[in-house]
């Protein structure tokens, strides 16, 4: 994504139609979208606010208000035309569709959303994050990298408005204060997520971070997507603990008794929050939930396998084999799931929800086929790369990742039928492996 320079109030030829807006932004209960009632934003009084700057004949529009509006409505967008929403008789929303796609892409590709602290540019920058596959489309591959930058604008951005602090929120008015709070979180959220999934300190490292989480709305229709946003939030505060305390070379314990007492108290704590997962599942009727399990599981399988360094020999417990083969389970469960809904292309779910998640669980269980010589793990990897079959056209990185899988689940099939002795020492007792 190449900066552009522009000036930071533009005017915009705008296509979208008034009275298709005013539909958009009637707040009926029966109507309000998914995509409105999560995460980043909840509040349809932003969306209203954002198009009247943008629409006004008056003022002129920021660029980051260009780009939030575009962006949000292009999630609403593809959410109405999923659900056959009776708007797709009235209005052509596929065109619609296009436009907020293009204009979005071409407001993100400036400079001012990048560089200029806002609440419209961080809405826009996580917006861009979110919006992964269009984000890249020119580029035709997912690429971690171009997260990263967003994100770490996202955060500076943050930093320099003190969205971190409590005391920023003291004199904003309770419904602004909980908007920002949200979009902090979601961008914290974030930020952890790829610091341990890319192996990179993270950009709130050191930073004092006392502002509370968003309140939970009373509405009982609304309530179990705040308390699922809260979830999010523990989960990456875990992924945190993780990297920083076991990963991260500058700051990672050294002492064995040290590291396991760590590891088990983090593990014991991720189960309890799965407990709680569970209680706010029952009360969620809406199917997309399922993909915690496989971020869960994930960090959960990365947690464990930080243990398995003993002096010069690496194992991997029989802890860490179960939370790898749940997390591939979890994939297969979920997949299926987007497929139905249409609310996800096959290649949205794959930088979405593949990309933010680790390979470790596939590699874990890789290990432990060839060293059992267990034909139910190889099973497990071929359904996995099965899946992979339905999008590895979407661009280079799903092809890639499809390549890499598949060769891996041949390695291990051959040999579990060829007589070549097992890799590593397996401990059937212990259900562990040693690997030298």
Known sequence: MRGKSCPSHTKVTVLLLPSFLVFILTNNPARHPIFLSSYAISDLQIVEDLCKSVLSETSRASVGQVASMH???????????????????????????????????AAMETYDVLAVPSFENILALTMGVITITQMIKAQGEAKPSLYWRLVSAA???????????????????????????????????????????????SNMQGVMIDVRYPAISSDLGRRAWDESFIMGIRLAEFQ??????????ATSIKDASER?????????????????????????????????????????????????????????????????????????????QYQSSKLLSDG??????????????????????????DTESVGLLSQVVGTFE???????????????????TNIAERIIQSQQSSVGIYDQQGSSLRLP
């Open 155 to 201: 955060v500076a951005h943050c930093q320099s408005l003190g969205y971190h602090r409590e005391t920023t929120y003291r004199n904003i008015l309770s419904g602004k204060a909980d908007n920002i709070r949200r979009l902090f979180w979601t961008v914290y959220i974030f930020d952890k997520n790829m610091s341990l999934l890319l192996g990179r300190v």
């Open 348 to 373: 949205e779910y794959f930088n979405w929800i593949l990309l933010f998640s680790s390979l470790t669980p596939f590699l874990v269980i890789f290990l432990h086929a060839i060293s059992e010589k």
């Open 71 to 105: 962006g949000v409505l292009f999630f609403v967008l593809k959410e109405f035309i999923a659900m056959n929403d009776e708007l797709c008789q009235k209005f052509d929303l596929t065109t619609h569709l296009l436009h907020c796609e293009k204009a979005f892409a």
């Open 240 to 249: 945190d603990r993780i990297f920083t305390s076991l990963y991260n070379a």
């Open 390 to 408: 339905t999008f590895r056209k979407v661009s280079h990185g799903a092809e890639r990742l499809y390549q890499v899988c598949t060769t891996f």
């Open 260 to 336: 396991a007492r760590l590891i088990s108290d983090l593990e014991s704590a991720m189960e309890q929050w799965h407990l709680e997962l569970k209680q706010v599942r029952r009360n969620h009727q809406y199917y997309f939930i399922t993909n915690w399990d496989i971020s869960f599981y994930s960090t959960l399988t990365l947690l464990l396998h930080a243990s398995s360094k003993i002096g010069e020999e690496s194992q991997i417990s029989s802890r860490c084999f179960n939370a790898a083969r749940n997390s591939l389970l979890a994939h297969l469960n979920s997949f299926p």
